[in-house]
């Protein structure tokens, strides 16, 4: 059971792979080949673009949301107090104080998937290309959704800019 896209492509380059298909008649060591370059190729670009767009809907949309909500944050804490200065405001300033936190930690995890998808645009091989995206950018991938999908519990349902989970899977 191979559990990534990358080293079940490698196998397709195995001898004994290579000798059953050979044996049978179904595909040539240069047919395997050819299947192993454009598995890889394939795979590349479908990590690429998903990490465009992550970038695109993190730095354009997400981004922007959970600044607009940290200013009507700052603003209800500010209102508050110079409304009635013993209110208790700690639950805002705390919500502002995560918040702003998750914001910090969703542009450094931006920062380094849009580096780091350059990187690996750059790489020639077409399997060491493929190695790169994989160990390096799906990480990366995965590095900026965890204080996305933080925030997204947040952020309020007006201003986030995309159906929620929630939303998904009991109102569509």
């Known amino acids: 059971n191979i559990k990534n896209t990358v080293d079940a492509t490698s196998v397709l380059a195995d001898p004994e ?14 047919e395997l080949a050819a299947r192993e370059e ?8 479908a990590i690429n ?11 354009k949309q997400i981004i922007p949301a959970v600044i607009k909500y940290t200013t009507q944050l700052a603003g209800s804490l500010g209102a508050v107090k110079t ?7 700690s639950v805002q300033a705390e919500l502002l104080t995560e918040t702003s936190a998750l914001l910090s930690d969703m542009k450094v995890a ?4 849009i580096d780091i998808t350059e990187e690996a645009a ?9 190695r790169v995206y994989h160990e390096k950018v799906v990480p990366a991938m995965a590095a900026l959704r965890t204080p996305a999908d933080k925030l997204e519990m947040i952020v309020d349902k007006d201003l986030w800019p995309f159906p929620s989970y929630g939303d998904l899977i009991f109102e569509v």
């Open 17 to 30: 792979v290579i000798k059953l298909f050979e044996k049978h008649g179904v595909f040539s060591a240069i």
């Open 38 to 45: 454009v598995g890889y190729e394939n795979y590349s670009k």
């Open 49 to 59: 673009i998903e990490a465009r767009t992550m970038i695109d809907m993190a730095s």
């Open 83 to 89: 409304a009635c200065p013993e209110a208790d405001t």
């Open 110 to 113: 931006l920062a380094a998937l």
């Open 122 to 130: 750059c790489v020639d091989g077409v399997e060491t290309q493929a």
